[in-house]
């Protein structure tokens, strides 16, 4: 249904920006839809049929049966009642991200820990060993999209990271060669921000962005606080998304090579044993 949407519009020579515009949309949104990394609401078929023109009564209804079958709930909606609706947008978002850049200050990236990491982490903050079961449900429901080969992550960990030890040094040493085993994936770069670079600017804070289509500005921004995290949408945080992507690349350019980080790792793992 969804390349027939498309279909539709080129047959009329019309740009996503101009269908976007017409319905009062921004552009990420169609591109979205017609990528299939977002649901297509009823209301919003009617609106694009309409717009291209597609009023014949029984193709309407074919597509409006088509898209309501196509509602199966993504693994995400079983974290609905146990996490924010903001939380849960960005788990979605995530899993139909594109590319993923991330930039890590204080401890082990969420999608690249052990279960016995997170679980020390969770254990930490609340005390509680069910919600530590669920987080770790939830970083191994998440860390799915690590095997996809079509999904780039790029990953830059302060080297603060690789010294602050939330576990005993069994897990730690654990956690540690996971990271190295990780960083050797094709669809994987990591980088290591050392002490050495000074300062940079961006690395206040932990921050995730998801580019959400092949349109590099099409980009959702979580921002890590103490109080939870911030998340910027498409619209309202298009302007912040696009200095955040500047902020990550400097912190790149800063970071050592990914080819440098198993022998950094290496160092890391070599004083445990110290």
């Given amino acids: 249904m969804l390349a027939e949407m498309k279909e539709a519009r080129e047959a009329l020579q019309l740009t996503q920006k101009e269908v976007a515009e017409a319905l009062d949309w921004s552009v990420s949104k169609l591109i979205r839809i017609e990528g299939g990394t977002v649901g297509l609401s009823i209301t919003d078929l009617k609106a694009l049929l309409l717009h291209y023109g597609i009023t014949d009564r029984d193709r309407v209804e074919k597509y409006v049966a088509m898209a309501k079958a196509g509602k199966e709930p993504g693994w995400w909606d079983q974290y609905r009642r146990t996490n924010s609706p903001e939380f849960v947008k960005f788990l979605g978002l995530e899993s139909a991200a594109v590319v993923l850049r991330q930039y890590q200050l204080l401890v082990v990236p969420g999608l690249l820990q052990i279960p016995d990491y997170t679980s020390s982490l969770a254990l930490t903050a609340s005390g509680k060993p069910e919600l530590a079961d669920l987080h770790v449900r939830l970083r ?94 498409d619209v309202t945080g298009a302007v912040k998304a696009a200095e955040f992507i500047q902020l990550f690349y400097g912190l790149e350019e800063a970071a050592l090579s990914a080819d440098e980080t198993p022998a950094v790792i290496d160092k890391a793992l070599e004083r445990l044993d110290d």
């Fill in 140 to 233: 191994r429901d998440r860390q799915q999209r690590l095997a996809d080969p079509d999904l780039e992550n790029f990953f830059i960990l302060d080297e603060s990271v690789l010294h602050r030890r939330v576990t005993d040094a069994g897990v730690w040493r654990k956690q540690l060669q996971h990271l190295r085993d990780v960083s050797q994936q094709p669809n994987v770069t990591l980088q290591v921000l050392p002490y050495k670079a000074g300062w940079v600017r961006g690395m206040q804070s932990s921050f995730e962005l998801l580019q959400l289509s092949e349109q590099s500005n099409d980009l959702f921004l979580d921002v890590e606080q103490p109080d939870g995290d911030q998340f910027f949408d």
